[in-house]
């Protein structure tokens, strides 16, 4: 009998043990529990969220395949609407999670709502640097850093293809200071290869839209633009597609992927991809660093940048087209950027009026 008891009051022990852990796995591993909140697209956007994604897997040591810590330590709610982006945060503060990561310049009035409600939550923000809350650290990039690489790559693909009077197309997805950053890069890179180049761009004010892009990009190739760099979330995967279509076809036109390395969404035939090049920013490297300052306990409220110096933009080579030359030469570029030797201008206002970019785009400064 009295085993039975000993054995009853182990089980007990045990349970409220188990009970009481709460975040027992976190405690055992010693990592902190984030929970990643999107916009409407999702991680499955194959851009934006999704690097933002892979730096919460490899924090964790998962994997896209096997993320077998969902659920534990980490987990994704996406939004549908913007209406639920103030919800969102704040179930997500109510249970507590270490670090709370939204993706996007829209979220943020909504975490400048939020955060000062829950003083003691960590918050991370992607491109953002003006939230300025104590408990909120903000990731920006250098994305006219990177965009300028990817401008370069396709203005030499198109001097080597013998292309007569090129034109290139830009579209972005709602007009804002980060999305004109992409396109200000890109057509400075463009016009330091080929000064007389023509460009034109559209903004689909949506995020989650690709018909529109598709649309856009059929009549612009029709009308003889070579290479389409689209900064616009799921609406840019309209512009790949439209690509492969052409590319398949026997055309020689382009995408330029954004954000993450887009070459796989550009296949369309046996290692062959419509997707010369993608802007490489490195979400992951932002998420990932705010869940180790959080894990070493050095997390705080600070703007951090990530340019091309940090490895925090860049471009894809993976396409054997582009070529080992002009891999090269954009490599040369990429290194005087960090030594400083090139400087691209990250605002339409000052590079219009040092004639870097055309008077007439769409690109927007507020």
Not at 61 to 71: A, F, L
Not at 312 to 334: A, C, Q, T, W, Y
């Amino acid at each position: 009998m009295k085993t039975i008891f000993k054995v009853l009051a182990a089980l007990m022990v045990l349970t409220v043990f188990t009970a009481c852990s709460g975040k027992s796995a976190a405690t055992t591993s010693n990592l902190p529990t984030s929970r990643l909140l999107t916009d409407a697209t999702g991680i499955d956007d194959k851009s934006f969220n999704a690097a933002a994604w892979r730096g919460i897997l490899a924090f964790y040591g998962d994997t896209w395949e096997k993320p077998e810590k969902k659920g534990k330590l980490y987990d994704v709610v996406t939004a549908q609407t913007q209406d639920m982006y103030i919800p969102n945060l704040k179930q997500a503060s109510d249970e507590k999670y270490d670090l709370v990561i939204v993706t996007g310049f829209t979220w943020a009035d909504a975490l400048s709502e939020v955060a000062p409600k829950y003083p003691d939550q960590k918050y991370l923000i992607v491109d953002v640097d003006w939230v300025g809350k104590p408990n909120v650290m903000e990731a920006t990039f250098s994305e006219h850093e990177g965009s300028y690489l990817v401008g370069v790559a396709a203005a030499l693909k198109a001097k080597t293809d013998g292309i007569q009077n090129p034109k290139f197309g830009f579209i972005g997805g709602v007009p804002s200071p980060v999305i004109t950053k992409f396109e200000m890069g890109w057509v400075q890179g463009i016009k330091s290869v080929l000064p007389d180049a023509q460009i034109v761009d559209y903004y689909a004010n949506d995020w989650g839209k690709p018909e529109l892009a598709k649309a856009q990009a059929k009549n612009w190739y029709d009308s003889g633009v070579y290479a389409i760099f689209s900064a616009a979330g799921g609406t840019g995967n309209g512009t790949i597609a439209q690509a492969k279509e052409y590319r398949s076809q026997g055309k020689n036109v382009w995408a330029i992927g954004v954000d993450s390395d887009q070459f796989e969404d550009g296949i369309y035939a046996e290692g062959k991809s419509a997707v010369l090049t993608s802007m490489l920013k490195r979400v992951e490297s932002a998420t990932k660093y705010a869940l180790e300052k959080v894990r070493d306990k050095q997390f705080k409220g600070e703007v951090v940048v990530f340019d091309t110096k940090a490895d925090g933009v860049g471009f894809s080579d993976r396409n054997p087209e582009l070529g080992k030359d002009i891999v090269d030469e954009v490599n040369k570029v990429r290194a005087k950027i960090i030594a400083g030797e090139i400087k691209v201008i990250p605002t339409y206002a000052e590079a219009r009026k040092l004639g870097l970019v055309p008077a007439n785009l769409q690109a927007s400064d507020n």
